[in-house]
């Protein structure tokens, strides 16, 4: 099974959500933002809603040209889902609830 790849800029958020998934049996790989487009063969990314949106576009731009799907993890002020999201979890939010957007992605 290919690792979910999260794009986290903060090490600590990397670690926490590395670990949350982890432990619900995913293989899981961290990356900060600029190191996204050489991991663009995995099959779901997920994106922190920290990140500038222009960047989050030009990640999962990158995703999805090579079959990625991409869930984005949405600041509680952000108003709608992003178009190029293929899910979205809005914070606050619990790793379970990752996890549910990442077997949903499977599926499909």
């Keep these: 099974m290919p690792p979910v790849v999260v794009v986290e800029n903060e090490r600590p958020l990397q670690r926490l959500l590395r670990?949350?998934?982890?432990?619900?049996?995913?293989?899981v790989e961290?990356?900060?933002?600029?190191d996204?487009?050489?991991c663009i063969d995995r099959l779901i990314f997920v994106i922190n809603a920290q990140i500038p949106?222009?960047?989050r576009l030009t990640i999962a731009d990158a995703a999805h040209?090579?079959?990625a799907s991409v869930i984005d993890l949405l600041a509680p002020d952000e108003p709608e889902s992003p178009p190029y999201a293929d899910a979205v979890v809005t914070s606050p939010?619990?790793?379970s609830d990752?996890?549910?957007a990442i077997a949903r992605?499977?599926?499909t």
């Design 19 to 27: 670990w949350a998934l982890e432990e619900e049996g995913l293989p």
């Design 30 to 34: 961290t990356v900060a933002p600029e």
């Design 36 to 38: 996204a487009p050489r």
């Design 53 to 55: 949106i222009a960047e």
């Design 65 to 67: 040209a090579m079959g």
């Design 93 to 95: 939010y619990r790793a």
């Design 98 to 100: 990752v996890v549910r």
């Design 105 to 107: 992605l499977r599926m």
